[in-house]
């Protein structure tokens, strides 16, 4: 394992865990709160942060079921990193750890160029909220040929 990615899972109470997690998720600390608990609760779950140069810049978080097929939940870089690679980064480094067949993320407008930048094909749902158009995104993992 690279040693700048972290399975933090065990670290979720502490601050910049939250405050990394906090970027993906709608800024409302009841809806933190809630995202934690899933975290603990669900051993199908992972969580892993990206660390440069001591410090923690990014975090994802997914499910990977039996079938190797990951669901993106949360992918953030703080901001002060953003559009530097790290996301990208944190997504390969997760891909060569977890080997997941397929990878699914479900997204708004804001992230959906860069699910696009990545390789994943991007898919409309419509407006599931009122005014916002969410995607989904897939992308299929291929098998290194040797």
Known sequence: MIDLLLNVKSRLHEGD????????????????????????????????AYESEGILVGIIGFELNAMQEM????????????????????LLEIIEEMQPTRITAETDEE???FYRNVG??????GEKYPGVERFLCTYEVEEDEE
């Open 17 to 48: 865990i939250q405050q990394l997690l906090s970027y993906s998720v709608f800024p409302d600390w009841d809806r933190l709160e809630a995202v934690i608990r899933q975290y603990e609760q669900n051993e199908d779950a992972w969580l892993f």
């Open 71 to 90: 669901t993106l939940h949360h992918l953030a870089v703080e901001p002060e990193s953003r559009g530097v690679g790290f996301g990208r980064g944190l």
């Open 111 to 113: 992230a959906v160029q």
């Open 120 to 125: 994943f094909v991007v898919r409309s749902l």
